[in-house]
């Protein structure tokens, strides 16, 4: 197993972390979505073009844990995964990143299964979890062009 000298390292599992969140263990998938948040947050210009390139990953992510709703658990993954992705997006736009053409781009079917998803999580019945959809839904049109 590799060492993990710093938090940048922690980037290179996000597949792993993505896959947790996929879990039916609430706790492993709870941390695992609180670890992508921190990392788009605490090292935004490494974790957002990585992120970005995983979004199908996330889309996969949030319909698990969206099929599971009902616990608190559930909702607090599902908007950790929603303000992973208002971050990611707003990153996206904003980010000074020297070579914009290398932006990912989700496909048609994959960025209209994510906004389908985040537009059933507008009407959820927690108010935190709604109030993070509707974000999500707003920088994730303007990152698919749809603005």
């Known amino acids: 197993m590799e060492e993990i000298k710093d938090i940048g390292d922690f980037a290179s599992y996000m597949d792993v972390f993505f896959e947790l969140c996929c879990r039916h263990e609430l706790q492993a998938a709870e941390v695992s979505a609180e670890c992508l948040y921190l990392l788009v947050k605490v090292l935004p210009r490494s974790a957002t073009p990585v992120l970005a390139s995983k979004l199908p990953l996330l889309r996969n992510a949030l319909e698990c844990c969206t099929n599971s709703q009902g616990s608190r658990t559930a909702s607090t993954i599902q908007r950790l995964l929603l303000l992973t992705l208002t971050a990611v997006c707003r990153e ?56």
Do not use: W
């Not at 079917?109 to 507008?122: C, F, Y």
């Not at 959820?124 to 509707?134: E, N, P, T």
């Open 92 to 147: 996206q736009r904003t980010g000074h990143y020297s070579n914009r053409q290398s932006s990912p781009h989700l496909s048609g079917a994959d960025g209209s299964a994510l906004m389908s998803i985040v537009a059933r999580l507008k009407n959820s019945s927690v108010q935190a979890v709604a109030d993070a959809a509707s974000d999500s839904y707003l920088e994730l049109q303007v990152f698919l062009g749809q603005t």
